[in-house]
Each structure stands twice: as C-alpha cells, then as structure tokens.
C-alpha cells in the first residue's frame, strides 16, 4: 500500500481519517424561500414587456395556478398514454396490427411517445406564452398592450 502524506496519515491505523472535520466548523444552515415569489423572481426578464411594478399579486398566482394546472393535466395525460400502450403491449393485442409491415408494439414506443412528447411539450409552451401575454396586456400600465416581441405573439 502506497504511503498516504502526513496531512492525511490516520494517527492510528485501525481509525480512518476524517479529511472533512476542520471543514464542519465552516457550515452554514440554508432554508428555502418561507414566501411566494415576487413579481420580479417569477417574470425576470423586464426586457420582454413582462415586468410591470404596479401588477396584482393575486392575477400573478391566477398565473402561476395556470400554468400549473395545465403541466399536471399534461403529465396526467400522457401517462394515461403510457399506461395505455403498456396495457396493450403486455396483453399482446398490439402484436397482431402493423403499419407498413411494422408492428405496432415497435412503433408505439418507438415513434408515437417522443412524437406525443414533443407536441406536448410545443402545447405547454405556446398556451403558456398566450397566458403571459394575456396577463402583461391585463395587468400593464393603462392596460396597454405589451411591448413588442413578448413571448406569445407572433409576427
């Protein structure tokens, strides 16, 4: 066994060395936020037309329930999909179907899921983007619209 350099040569052979102990005096205790975000933490690019001092806390949660809301219904619906195709995949019913001389237990997984998976994801994101433009237009000064290029609209 090679020879261990002195900073790191246990005192006594049979207790190993803990490397980590003049670093323990140094720890600091970190805690999560203990409120909601504010308006700036949640919409931090003002460049957008998306920052508006004078908006509604209570329109920005109605916001971020939205968002919310459509990512779990989006999760639950695509696992009721993978559920689906697992079901028909193990009870072999997709076996006996093909598509182009490929069987559909191959193209479900195959072609269907990262297909579904990415027109979902395109979903989330552009009724997402019409909600926070929708939100800008309503909670900006005067009700004006928002700046040019916010996310959602498209030229």
Do not use: C, K, N, Y
Request: cysteine-free; aromatic content about 6%.
């Amino acid at each position: 066994m090679p020879e261990l350099p002195p900073r790191l040569a246990p005192a006594d052979p049979a207790e190993p060395t803990d490397v980590f102990a003049p670093l323990r005096g140094h720890r600091v205790r970190v805690l999560g936020p203990r409120r909601a975000p504010s308006l700036t933490e949640v919409l931090l690019d003002p460049t957008r037309g998306h920052l508006r001092e004078d908006a509604d806390d209570a329109a920005l949660r109605a916001l971020i329930r939205h968002q919310l809301r459509l990512a779990v219904g989006i999760v639950g619906g695509f696992f009721a999909v993978v559920v689906l195709t697992v079901v028909l995949i193990g009870t072999g019913a997709a076996d006996r179907w093909t598509v182009a001389s490929v069987p559909l237990e191959w193209l479900i997984p195959a072609a269907v899921l990262p297909g579904l998976l990415l027109g979902l994801g395109w979903m989330f994101v552009r009724r997402t983007e019409a909600r926070e433009a929708r939100w800008a237009r309503e909670t900006g000064p005067d009700s004006a619209p928002a700046a040019a290029g916010t996310a959602g609209e498209r030229p």
